[in-house]
Each structure stands twice: as structure tokens, then as C-alpha cells.
Nanobody, 116 residues
Framework: QVQLVESGGGLVQPGGSLRLSCAASGGDFSMYLMGWFRQAPGNQRELVAI???????NYAGSAKGRFTLSRDNAKNTVTLQMNSLKPEDTAVYYC??????????WGQGTQVTVSS
């Protein structure tokens, strides 16, 4: 069982930056594909970015060029650096850990609000 704890959300003005962190415990962190997802009110949860055990990344189109995902396997953490934030980035952001077959864990979520 993997436990994930997110931190770093908050209120930021458009154009600002936030850094989200996810601390993992209870599993072999380095073996998991880690990701960030987000869910805005009335919308389905959507992928923001994922990172493999070796550090390879993939980003949703909305995140490319603005967000950077990294991981530290020694500290069992993943970090999502979000720059040039827009109001449409407002959502609850969830950390995810996945290892096939069937091991899929979620954090409790952290609110990001982009508003002037």
C-alpha cells in the first residue's frame, strides 16, 4: 500500500507560479510511474503530466512549456513546477502512483486556484 501526500496548492494570480509536491511512503517508489492529474468542478479528472522511474516525462498539451515534472527517487518525492498559470488551471490536483498490473494509488488532492 502506497500513501501519497500532496502539498503546495493555494491561490495565485494569473501569470504566477506554484510548486506542488507529493511525498510517497509504503512502497518501492522508484518502481512506480508517477503522475499529476487535475479535476475542475463539473469536469472529469484529466492527466497533467507523468514521469517514469528513469525520469522520462510526458505532458498534456495544456501543460507543455509551462509545467515541469521531476522526481527524486532517493527522497520518494515528485514535484510539479507550474509557471505562467492561467485561470483555466484552477482545479484540485491529485498525485498518482501506478505500477502494473493493478497497483494504482491517489493522494487526497490539493486545491490550486488561479484568480486575480
Amino acid at each position: 500500500q502506497v500513501q501519497l501526500v500532496e502539498s503546495g496548492g493555494g491561490l495565485v494570480q494569473p501569470g504566477g507560479s506554484l510548486r506542488l509536491s507529493c511525498a510517497a511512503s509504503g512502497g518501492d517508489f522508484s518502481m512506480y510511474l508517477m503522475g499529476w492529474f487535475r479535476q475542475a468542478p463539473g469536469n472529469q479528472r484529466e492527466l497533467v503530466a507523468i514521469i517514469g522511474s528513469g525520469g522520462s516525462t510526458n505532458y498534456a498539451g495544456s501543460a507543455k512549456g509551462r509545467f515541469t515534472l521531476s522526481r527524486d527517487n532517493a527522497k520518494n518525492t515528485v514535484t510539479l513546477q507550474m509557471n505562467s498559470l492561467k485561470p483555466e488551471d484552477t482545479a484540485v490536483y491529485y498525485c498518482n502512483a501506478y505500477k502494473p498490473p493493478g497497483r494504482n494509488y491517489w493522494g487526497q488532492g490539493t486545491q490550486v486556484t488561479v484568480s486575480s
